[in-house]
């Protein structure tokens, strides 16, 4: 693995004739590195242990409200009523959202479970105007609760004042399960379009600061299905023990698309200026950042995204002068990881299950299982024609069976609308024969990224290496040295993609230029 970038190794300096060094020297020099080595993790530890802790924020000075529901410890911030800890019963207080964190995110612009993102703009045109509860905190308007409610709230306070919607927000049971609900109401005198409304999805993936043994225990992964009104997520514990936690719309809330909520960008010695939309929390390799649950994504797309293709339809929505829209999401817990897809289908859920997957070879016959209470009305494929698909005899437990043909290269996106309305998305992506494909990568690699410099200092040379696509050039230096490196899982794909290709479909001109990087 070579360097980082600023510094150069020792055998590249210039020099006159190279003496060897004093055996009391290097004896010295060697225990005096031992040293420093060993005293680096305790010096850290202490420089974190001496650090003054965090003092609770605003939000926090009305204290936590507890509920209970019949899979959940459910702590809301009275003040948010915005989670503090999301615990299921039964896992010795562990909680999905970053819990252990609450006082240092307790001030503005940091998000939690509840919040919301909105881009609006009054009338069919001009500019959108942004909101989010998370960027300014002001104490919510509590509401009178009843029924199944267990917490309501009138969002006006930590919204900007002239915002020309009212915004309900409420915790409640549905049947047995917990649930967070919007009722969102157009109080001005003129339609209102919503071109954008996200849900943060909140979830403790901060990794940062944390022993391996506190990350088992403590933290979460988040993957999404972006499938409309299919779409859910799952959530992860990374110990791998269950319960997992499984998010579904409740009603037509479409999983739209994806987006990351950014960090801010912290300048030494001076204090994070606040962006809407954005969220403090230090970014690194060990926090990779939260995200929106998008029910509406049409703004993006006509702006930040015009450039790109989405995954599904972008949509907007307009409000008429006092009409309303509800959204909203329901956690379920499914005892296992291995059992989502089970927890999925007992909750009335449509489930696809792609066979081999959804890299899908010109060559390979594939298949396309479905599992909803209501049968297919129609199955399109965007592009037209890019993907062949054949209904089949439906299984005994149920599934109904589709064979596919890729046809077209490229994105293909597989739209099912079942006879209730409900749109479910399956995005497909069609490559060459398997064959072509494989030969085609190992062209690539010993063409394209096969680096040739008997200068290099760092001795990569020759060998397959990183290559930046878009620059259309091999990575040789960059600031994260396991990019530009042979070793890590980024610097050494590349060359184990070539070994695997060899191995399977051998090439005798690139197995020689293989041996000589095992050789060299």
């Known amino acids: 693995m070579p360097f980082p970038a600023p510094f150069t190794p020792m055998n590249t300096l210039p020099s006159g004739p190279r003496r060897h060094p004093r055996p009391c020297r290097s004896i010295f020099c060697g225990l005096l590195a031992c040293a420093l080595l060993a005293a680096a993790p305790r010096a850290q530890a202490q420089a974190r242990h001496h650090r003054p802790p965090p003092k609770p924020g605003p939000m926090l000075a009305q204290g936590i409200m507890h509920k209970q529901t019949l899979h959940f410890h459910l702590n809301l911030v009275r003040s948010s009523q915005t989670v503090a800890a999301l615990e299921p019963k039964g896992a010795h207080g562990f909680s999905f959202t970053p819990a252990d964190r609450l006082v240092a995110r307790s001030t503005n612009g940091y998000y939690h479970l509840g919040d919301l993102d909105l881009r609006l703009r009054v009338g069919a045109s001009g500019p959108w105007k942004s909101y989010s509860t998370a960027f300014h905190r002001e104490p919510v308007k509590a509401l009178p609760i009843k029924g199944d409610q ?16 009212r915004i ?103 204090p994070a200026k606040l962006q809407v939309f954005h969220d403090p929390t230090p970014r690194s390799i060990t926090f990779e950042g939260f995200y929106d649950w998008m029910v509406l994504s049409g703004a993006y797309q006509q702006n930040q995204w015009k450039h790109a293709r989405p995954w599904n339809t972008a949509t907007t929505l307009t409000l008429n002068p006092g009409q309303s829209q509800n959204f909203g999401l329901i956690f379920l817990l499914s005892p296992t990881i291995q059992h989502i897809q089970q927890t999925l289908i007992q909750h009335f859920r449509p489930v696809a299950v792609g066979i081999p997957g959804y890299i899908l070879p010109q060559d390979i016959d594939a298949q396309l299982f479905l599992h909803y209470q209501q049968p297919v009305a129609s199955i399109t494929v965007n592009p037209a024609g890019a993907i062949e698909i054949t209904p089949e005899h439906n299984t005994h ?67 397959v290496i990183s290559y930046d696509n878009q620059a259309h050039k091999q990575v040789t230096q960059d600031g994260r040295v396991w990019i530009a490196g042979l070793s890590d899982e980024a610097g050494a794909g590349s060359w184990l993609a070539a070994a695997m290709k060899e191995y399977g479909l051998p090439n005798k001109h690139q197995v020689d230029q293989f041996e000589q990087f095992v050789d060299h």
């Open 150 to 165: 267990l917490a309501s709230a009138n969002l006006a306070p930590t919204l900007p004042a002239g915002i020309p919607l």
């Open 168 to 270: 309900i927000r409420t915790w409640r049971i549905d049947g047995k399960n917990l649930a967070l609900h919007f009722t969102i109401t157009n109080t001005s005198s003129e339609p209102v379009t919503i071109g954008s409304l996200g849900i943060p999805m909140v979830f403790n993936n901060i990794l940062t600061g944390r022993t391996l043994a506190q990350v088992a225990a403590k933290c979460s992964f988040d993957d999404p299905y972006i499938g409309d009104d299919a779409g859910y997520v799952q959530v992860t514990r990374l110990s791998g023990h269950g319960p997992a936690l499984v998010i579904i719309p409740e009603g037509r809330t479409p999983l739209q698309a994806w987006k990351p909520i950014p960090g801010i960008r912290h300048r030494r010695g001076q």
């Open 397 to 463: 437990s149920g599934w109904m069976k589709y064979s596919l043909q890729g046809r077209t290269w490229g994105r293909a996106r597989v739209t099912v609308t079942y006879l209730d309305g409900t749109r479910q998305t399956v995005s497909y992506f069609v490559i060459k024969p398997e064959q072509q494909a494989v030969a085609d990568l190992g062209h690539f690699l010993f063409t394209k990224q096969w680096y040739v410099n008997p200068h290099d200092p760092f001795h990569r040379s020759p060998s």
